[in-house]
């Protein structure tokens, strides 16, 4: 009997590791965030003066199909919910998975580099989620 109840307070290494990829998923969205602020452009005068001379003037700030604070909101949500896994909340898996494939495509549509490292700690986080460990384990 202290065999079972021993197992049942410790953690099972799957909700370690799917919450530690939901953590590490919040991440990207943070960066992609502060990558997508608006950067100072060059004015109109200066625009104007190399237009003149033949140079190209390109504009540095990137750009979105959606707002930036949108991606802040998201890695919020993401660590809210890998903190209910962290806390074996059964509730939370659903929300991390959803949240984790929309910052998949939040990112990809805005062509950024966190894309790929999003998709792997979605696959990393959700596969250890379906062992029968973690769901003997999470309330």
């Known amino acids: 009997m202290s065999e079972q109840v021993r197992s049942r307070s410790t953690m099972p290494w ?5 919450a530690a990829a939901w953590m590490l998923a919040a ?19 200066t625009a ?19 707002p ?7 890695a ?3 660590v809210a919910a890998g903190a209910g896994l962290a806390l074996r909340r059964r509730a939370a898996r659903y929300p991390a998975v959803v ?19 999003a998709m792997v700690l979605l696959v990393v986080g ?3 989620l379906l062992t029968p460990s973690a769901l003997r384990h999470l309330r």
């Open 14 to 18: 799957a909700l370690v590791v799917s």
């Open 27 to 45: 991440v990207l969205p943070a960066v992609a965030w502060a990558g997508l602020r608006p950067e100072s452009t060059v004015d109109e005068d």
């Open 48 to 66: 104007s003066t190399l237009a003149g001379q033949g140079a190209p003037v390109v504009e540095l700030g990137t750009t979105a199909p959606y």
């Open 68 to 74: 930036a604070w949108l991606l802040l909101l998201l």
């Open 76 to 78: 919020v949500l993401l």
């Open 99 to 117: 949240l984790s494939v929309v910052s998949v495509v939040l990112l990809a549509s805005a062509g950024r580099w966190e894309t790929v490292p």
């Open 126 to 128: 959700t596969v250890p």
